[in-house]
């Protein structure tokens, strides 16, 4: 026997697809922690190292890295960004689609 398994494609943002409020921020703003969390291995910074340049502790480090960020803005997650030598720029530009509202989308680029 045969067990037929339906398959839906996503949308890319797993919080709205699980329809959680406000996904396109959270999305953004696990786009930018994961951002943070890359750049704090690849320098082989611990949490407490970390933490100092951003300004918060390491148990605050820790808790963001494990998914509790909604508590941080999305000016105060790029602020942190900014910490680790990142600049980060806002691009407004029209959108594909006449009428239909526009997108926020996070782009990281390898130094």
């Not at 922690?33 to 951003?54: F, H, P």
């Not at 790029?78 to 029209?94: C, G, Q, S, W, Y």
């Amino acid at each position: 026997m045969t067990r037929k398994i339906k398959v839906t494609r996503g949308s890319g943002n797993i919080f709205a697809d699980l329809g959680l409020p406000d996904a396109e921020t959270h999305f953004l703003k696990a786009q930018i922690v994961s951002e943070i969390y890359r750049l704090t291995n690849e320098r082989k910074l611990t949490q407490a190292v970390a933490g100092k340049r951003m300004g918060i502790s390491q148990p605050e480090v820790s808790r963001m890295f494990k998914g509790h960020f909604r508590e941080y803005s999305v000016d105060r997650l790029m602020e942190f960004l900014t910490a680790f030598d990142r600049d980060v720029e806002i691009v407004v530009k029209p959108h594909k689609k006449a009428g239909k509202a526009g997108k926020i989308t996070f782009v990281p680029v390898a130094a």
